[in-house]
């Protein structure tokens, strides 16, 4: 279960960074991995969802979100999880 004390709350300003998210409408399964996934079908994955970053709008926003959040799981802002 994530630990949701890190998040700023519900408030628009902090989340509408992900109206101009490029993974905005990408199945999740992309970004993060089944338990049993290992290996190279790990590494092609996060390769993949790495490659929605390069012209992301909200990359540095997402980044930011997810250091700041402390994100246990998932790609964000190009970073693997």
Known sequence: MAD???LPGPWLRY???Q???ACRGIDS???FHPPEERNAV???RIANAKANY???LANTECR???LEAMEPYGIWGGLSG
């Open 15 to 17: 989340f509408e960074w």
């Open 64 to 66: 930011t979100h997810a």
């Open 19 to 21: 109206l101009n998210a």
């Open 29 to 31: 399964a992309v970004f």
């Open 42 to 44: 790990r590494e092609d």
């Open 4 to 6: 949701i004390k890190w």
């Open 54 to 56: 390069g012209q992301c």
